[in-house]
């Protein structure tokens, strides 16, 4: 059984930088697309970054585009997200995914239990 364990989340003041690991098991992390996903309160879940199987090319919304890097270790069953110039609407919980890829919560059919990102003064 796939199993993904968030870490890394916390308060930090806008302008910030935050680290997300997401370690699998029972998969290997190139055979599946990895996507973090955050939600706000009273918001839906969205995507906010995803790297492909395989070749592992990396997507981001444009709301982080240039702030966030994705990036995975496939030698440590890892993935991350590097978070820098946190804003305060980045705040939420973040998951992590693996399934085929792509901005939709249903193409992911394994996700972790979330880890609380702040931003905030």
């Known amino acids: 059984q796939v199993h993904l364990v968030e870490s890394g989340g916390g308060l930090v003041q806008p302008g910030g930088s935050l680290r997300l690991s997401c370690a699998a098991s029972a998969i290997t992390l190139d055979t599946y697309a990895l996507g973090w996903f955050r939600q706000a309160p009273g918001k839906e879940r969205e995507g906010v970054s995803y790297?492909?199987?395989?070749?592992?090319?990396?997507d981001y919304r444009d709301s982080v585009q240039g702030r966030f890097t994705i990036y995975r270790d496939n030698a440590k069953n890892t993935v991350y997200l590097q978070m820098d110039s946190l804003k305060p609407e980045d705040t939420g919980v973040y998951y992590c995914a693996a399934g085929i890829g792509g901005w939709y919560v249903n193409w992911y059919d394994n996700w972790g239990q979330g880890t609380q990102v702040t931003a905030s003064s």
């Open positions: 790297i492909t199987r395989g070749d592992g090319f990396p």
